[in-house]
């Protein structure tokens, strides 16, 4: 060896032995400062062991009363993670879906699950018909962000209902503080329908031309409310919707004045035929204007985007998510 080469293999060696004491040493360092966080996640991870096919198990079941995430497993083994409220009203709430609206000028176009994504049309009165099957999408961490739809819509047999409006891009931690508005249901009126949204859409099937405005409505339940009142749930629709709407309530499956299926009407009554201006999700057909109403959030900016004036919903209801929750 020459002394050239010598002192190469020299440099390399130590180069080596430097480069190779970072790895395992960086770990260590990170570790401790890390700690609490990854403790956090453990413990969220270690709700896998949980067997449960609602948050109002879990809460019952295994003791846990804090907010946040949880797996949950279907009647057919079916694995998934939501959000439990286990704080409101005693607990036990599972986040089933959200209606979320990205674009209100996109009149049933890509995003508007709840009604129709391929345009308003007569031929295709059900439109994307997710009120009623049991096609699930989006994720728990995205439901402010885009609409979500979990097995737990269709599997859980429930009771109540509780409606969280939050404002889009809120994070999960963040939800209930956000919130602009937060009810629940406590008459148990799920039992009449079924136990779930999935059974009481197909005994009210969301569907162009099923019936006439009123008199072939839904139920309308009375809610109790955890955040807001009967006045301020009117003040997010438009005055003209104020006038034909009672708070209060929630409401399934409203028909127009031009039999346009929509599918909730949130901490309201309708007594009128306009429900295309405080409903949301829907069939796919809305006659009026077409195609100005066809979409998740129907006609929400019917009188300008977040003007609050004549039909018009407030901008902080159109820019909120709606989040349905079983017990
Ligand atoms: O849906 C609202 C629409 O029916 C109102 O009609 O004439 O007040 O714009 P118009
Ligand atoms: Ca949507
Ligand atoms: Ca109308």
Redesign the pocket.
Known sequence: MTFQAFLLTITLLMAFQTSNTSPLDSVKKIGPTNAPKVAKVDEIRNRAQFIARSCKEVREVYGQSENGLYYLTTSTGVVYQTFCDMTTAGGGWTLVASVHEDNIYGKCTVGDRWTSQQGNNANWPQGEGNWANRKTFGTVEAATDDDFKNPGYYDIVAEDMSVWHVPNNTPVNHWKLAAIMRYHTDRRFLHLYGGNLYSLFHRYPVEYNVGAHLSDNGPSIPIVYDLGDKESTKMFYGPYSGAEIEGGFISFRAINYERAATAICSGVKPKGG?A??YCIGGGGFFP?GNPL?CGDFT?FA?NGYGTHV??SASKQMLESAVLLFYR
Do not use: L, M, R
């Open positions: 306009n295309e201006t009026e109403q006609a019917w004549g039909w």
